[in-house]
């Protein structure tokens, strides 16, 4: 077996019918409001939305190529910055386009008005819902966006819009909070805009999230701004509990009384966003039929009792660890462990890093299973051009 992500139809149907269901609520009490898809959750599901009429939103001139091989339209775009290169790949493909500062509009927005793209600035609304402040953009001093306090009065002639994007796995309550801060921050710019971008990190497929309060916020929102076109651009709410990681122990080793579980995938090299995230964040995987256990919590016995295990990268990289979890039943090499909800963030951040083969990608629906990619050392030998 090759390590895969396997993404279940089933959930993928769930989570755009969930969504879809908040674009037409929004649109049936009067409002406006797309939701776009943000292509850097997910780059592997992108053919199985090539037929339901959603709009990418890309990062970049690579991401703007593939949207437009996959999706229909011209994309929305928001780049950090963009260079002379990149400005020749990404002009043709995309509709609307959010510069993170006015100097690269002052560059760029001209041009991209002549081919009729529609300019936005991204700005930094200042008010922070997140936990963690290395995932927070709206915390002081980060490189996303003017501060809402420091937009200039007049704004530049090409600005139609703005855009924000403040969360990350937020709840609606959250998206309201910031909402708010926005509105009172800009009210007296949103009348001579056209659109204003909302910004992803909406968890809104997920079981718990209220999508009735999002819907009710950006109704309101509408009503008072209905000139304005409304968007957001949830990327991992698109494949929520979609994909599973099947990776394989391919060996266990035990070293002074630590029992590493050693995988045919390497977390540092093809979950970096997980493996880094979780430690700033304290997250464990959710690997099917084991426990998390704190490190504090462990003692000697506990080391040597037989059923604690770190999973190991297939990597030389010291770091490429995950750990320590506990499960009922002693582990085998060979076995295959389950990783729930893999299916965003990690086949887009993969690096080819010491030539490990990144997971492949299969779509299951039930029992039938279809494997899209397949990734094995003939694609190393491609990405480095050799
Ligand atoms: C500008 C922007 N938009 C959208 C997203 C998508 O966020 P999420 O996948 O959390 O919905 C991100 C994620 O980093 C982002 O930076």
């Known amino acids: 077996m090759v390590a895969t992500i396997s993404y279940d139809l089933d959930i993928l149907d769930r989570n755009i019918s969930r969504i879809r269901e908040i674009e037409n609520q929004v649109r049936e009490g009067g409002g406006n409001l797309t939701i776009l898809y943000a292509l850097k959750a997910s780059y592997a599901t992108l053919p199985y939305f090539s037929s339901l009429g959603i709009t990418g939103e890309v990062s970049s001139a690579g991401e703007a190529l593939l949207s437009a091989a996959h999706l229909p339209g011209k994309s929305h775009a928001f780049c950090v910055s963009i260079t002379e290169d990149e400005w020749r790949e990404i002009s043709p493909l995309i509709s609307h386009l959010s510069f993170n500062s006015l100097t690269q509009g002052g560059r760029f927005a001209s041009r991209a008005e002549s081919l009729g793209i529609s300019c936005g600035l991204r700005i930094n609304p200042r008010h922070s819902v997140s936990t963690y402040p290395e995932y927070d953009p709206c915390r002081a001093g980060c490189r996303f966006g003017l501060d809402i306090g420091e937009l200039p009065n007049p704004l530049p002639q090409w600005v139609s819009g703005l855009h924000f994007h403040a969360l990350s796995e937020n709840s609606a309550e959250d998206f309201v909070r910031v909402l708010d801060a926005f509105e009172a921050g800009v009210s007296h710019i949103l009348p001579s805009l056209s659109w204003v971008n909302l910004g992803g990190g909406h968890l809104c497929t997920s079981e718990s999230y209220r999508r009735d ?11 008072r701004h209905p000139h304005l076109a409304i968007y957001l651009e949830p990327g991992a709410a698109w494949v929520w509990e979609a994909g ?8 266990i080793v035990e070293r002074s009384g630590v029992k590493t579980a050693v995988l045919d995938f390497s977390i540092r090299a093809h979950a970096s966003d997980f493996l880094i995230g979780g430690q700033m964040t304290g997250l464990p995987f959710d690997v099917e039929g084991f426990t998390p256990v704190e490190e504090s919590d462990i003692n000697e016995e506990d080391l040597s009792e037989r ?15 995950k750990g320590p979890y506990r499960t009922e039943q002693e582990l085998r090499t060979g076995d295959t462990l389950r990783l729930r909800n893999m299916g965003h963030y990690v086949d887009v951040t993969f690096s080819w890093f010491n030539g490990t083969v990144p997971p492949s990608i299969a779509y299951q629906r039930g029992a039938m299973r279809e494997m899209v990619v397949v990734r094995d050392a003939q694609g ?3 990405a480095i051009g050799m």
Do not use: K, M, P, W
């Open 307 to 321: 059923n604690t295990y770190h999973f190991g990268g297939s990597s030389c990289a010291t770091c490429d660890t």
């Open 244 to 251: 599973t990681l099947e990776v394989e122990i391919t060996d």
């Open 380 to 382: 190393f030998r491609g």
């Open 213 to 223: 309060i999002l819907v009710a916020a950006i109704q309101r929102f509408s009503l």
